[in-house]
């Protein structure tokens, strides 16, 4: 049963630390995205990936955040400084040739 | 700008009847897929249904089906035989094929199905 994993689930820190999510897409699928999910804003894409290069990366600020595809197996999402309205769940989702994005189980990240 | 508006923030459902849950959308895209999303309590996103724009067919997936009704831009989830399962947050989503790759999501609605 292939599967978006995320790790790790939940992450407790505190602010200014380094944050750093990791995605592993289904095998074969060569899009990845990130989302954010927050009771306010909802659920919002942050960037996104095709065959390992950025395509859209707008939603996310650029002076804290960063997104990159070490290789086809592995995306990262880094928050650096982490601060108190960074705390939301972080998806990452992937498709393959298809329409659907499938997505990951979330990491809950809250900042102190 | 697209957008997708979910009207209903919660509603109830007695186990085993049909409910349906509102999505409206906007777009400029001539062509745009449509997706429902189930959350539940534990908080995963599981796909639950996808219909094309130029689909003539409504889709159906097991108990699912989207009532698509492009002259009013509406593309509302039904679910038959509801079950206490169901009980979740749903999300309507859109794709337009001129915004690459990006979902826009509604604000959801929560079901809560009553036994």
């Known amino acids: 049963d292939a599967r978006v994993t995320q790790t790790p689930r939940h992450k407790v820190t505190e602010m200014g630390q380094e944050v750093t999510m990791r995605c592993q897409p289904i095998?074969?699928?060569?899009?990845v995205f990130w989302y954010r999910q927050t009771m306010m804003q909802g659920l919002e894409l942050l960037a996104y990936f095709r065959n390992r290069a950025p395509l859209d990366d707008s939603g996310m600020p650029k002076d804290r955040f960063s997104a990159e595809m070490p290789d086809a197996t592995l995306a990262t999402l880094k928050i650096q400084p982490s601060e108190p309205r960074d705390s939301a769940v972080y998806f990452c989702?992937?498709?393959?040739?298809?329409?659907?994005?499938?997505f990951g189980p979330g990491t809950r990240l809250l900042v102190l | 700008a697209q957008k997708i508006t979910q009207t209903q923030p919660g509603m109830f459902v007695q186990e085993k009847e049909a409910v349906t849950l509102d999505c409206t959308y906007d777009t400029s895209d001539p062509s745009y897929g449509l997706f429902w999303y189930k959350q539940p309590s534990s908080g995963e996103m599981i796909f639950l249904i996808y219909q094309g724009s130029y689909d003539q067919q409504n889709a159906t997936e097991g108990r699912y089906s989207l009532n698509f009704q492009k002259a009013r831009k509406s593309a509302n989830l039904v679910i038959s035989a509801s079950q206490l399962g169901d009980s979740a947050m749903y999300f309507c989503a859109m794709r337009g094929y001129n915004q690459g790759g990006k979902l826009i999501f509604g604000q959801g609605t929560e079901l809560s199905v009553k036994p």
């Open positions: 095998l074969g699928h060569n899009t």
């Open positions: 989702a992937s498709a393959g040739g298809g329409e659907t994005q499938y």
